[in-house]
């Protein structure tokens, strides 16, 4: 199943959720997939989510409208919880975290939601935020222990009740844990860890490994600088399943393929308000500084006047190979369809650009659902070219 992600249009109402369908997905499918039907994954903000589960008539409704629009959910976007389009949203993308009882319970609405928008027999995913934020999440080293703990205990509760959707329905639905950099769960030793400390052991390890995997967001393991085969071998050696690739794609510069002073100028542009953009700096000796946002790695001139290369956390069109004088981390998503191996039952295929309305002006397009069209169709003669195939269930 390839789609694309459709937190990139603002909204946190049902009706507005269905207007943005109607205005900008139907546009894509017009676009990318005019005879057939499309793949979306699908955000819901948790009031959204609470309102649809709480009038079945409703959800009913939503469903034989996307099924006449052609508009297949096969997967839900559950990171934001809340607004994800306000002026200024940094780390509070990571609220409530996964010690909290709000966190589960809006995880498992999208659950229930999902079970009865799959079709039949079909496999269901859901992407979560990879624990929490250090700051909000714990506070302190002394702290995480416990709080982990908690966190550990909500995600296995959940297991019980996606087993329970799946003996009534027939579907499996699996929750993806999405490292990023600056989390809780950055990369993949980092996920191995938590499962074997804090997941597995503590019920049935079968039903763990079934019901919670990984979403591998390409941009976020090619900001850590974790090469794409370590970190899908990682996850294959610990039985963890990659229930979801996020296909995205990061901003890169090169200090020393160019003007020093262009790039800074460049980057600049970058620095936008709403977002958190993680940066890691790779220096010439190979260490690897890292910045929880990129003003924070500008205002630094020791380490920019030691950088061999900068990756920044920026959801960019997957399509685009450079940005003016910067470079995007695109070629890593041909490396990361090359990791996946045949027995590793990856089906979900979600391009996430999430930040075309912050892109510096010059980047943008002018119509935001021909650039959607490209990024899915570059994207589907990428999985081509790998040897995977990827569509819909008819």
């Known amino acids: 199943m390839l789609g694309y992600c459709t937190n990139v249009h603002p909204g946190t109402t049902l009706a507005e959720v269905r207007a943005n369908l109607k205005w900008h997905a139907l546009a894509v499918k017009r676009r990318f997939s005019p005879d057939q039907p499309m793949g979306i994954g699908l955000w819901l903000a948790a009031d959204a989510a609470s309102e649809l589960v709480g009038q079945p008539e409703a959800l009913a409704d939503f469903k034989a409208w996307l099924d006449d629009a052609g508009l297949r959910v096969f997967t839900f976007n559950g990171f934001p919880y809340g607004t994800f389009h306000g002026d200024v949203v940094k780390d509070a993308v990571y609220l409530p975290n996964w010690a909290s009882a709000e966190r ?203 950088s061999r290369q900068w990756r920044t956390h920026f959801h960019v069109p997957v399509y685009a190979e450079s940005l003016g004088v910067l470079g995007t981390t695109r070629n890593e998503i041909d490396r990361c369809f090359s990791a996946i191996q045949p027995g590793d039952g990856v089906q979900h295929f979600e391009v996430e650009t999430y930040a075309w309305g912050v892109l510096p002006e010059e980047h943008q397009v002018d119509e935001l659902a021909e650039g959607i069209a490209r990024e899915l169709a570059w994207t589907g003669e990428r999985l081509r070219a790998a040897g995977i195939e990827a569509g819909l269930n008819d």
């Open 104 to 306: 589960y319970h809006y995880t498992l609405n999208l659950a229930k939601l999902l079970a009865e928008l799959l079709g039949e027999g079909e496999e269901g995913s859901i992407s979560t935020l990879p624990i929490g934020w250090p700051m909000s999440f714990c506070g302190s080293p002394e702290a995480y222990p416990e709080q982990a703990r908690v966190a550990g205990q909500r995600l296995t509760d959940l297991v019980h009740q996606l087993a329970r959707i799946e003996l009534d329905t027939g579907k499996c639905i699996h929750i993806d844990l999405e490292p990023e950099p600056g989390c809780i769960l950055e990369d993949s030793a980092g996920v191995v860890r938590f499962f074997k400390d804090y997941l597995l052991g503590t019920v049935d390890d079968v039903s763990v490994l079934g019901y919670l995997r990984v979403c591998h967001d390409v941009c976020h393991a090619a900001v850590m600088f974790e090469d794409q085969h370590v970190a899908l071998s990682n996850y294959r050696a610990a039985g963890i399943q990659v229930g979801k690739v996020q296909v995205s794609s990061a901003v890169q510069a090169d200090w020393s393929a160019g003007d020093a002073g262009a790039v800074r100028e460049a980057l600049d542009r970058f620095a936008e308000p709403r977002y958190l953009h993680q940066t890691s700096v790779r220096r010439h000796g190979g260490e690897v500084v890292r910045y929880l946002d990129l003003p924070d790695a500008l205002r630094d001139e020791d380490t920019a006047g030691q």
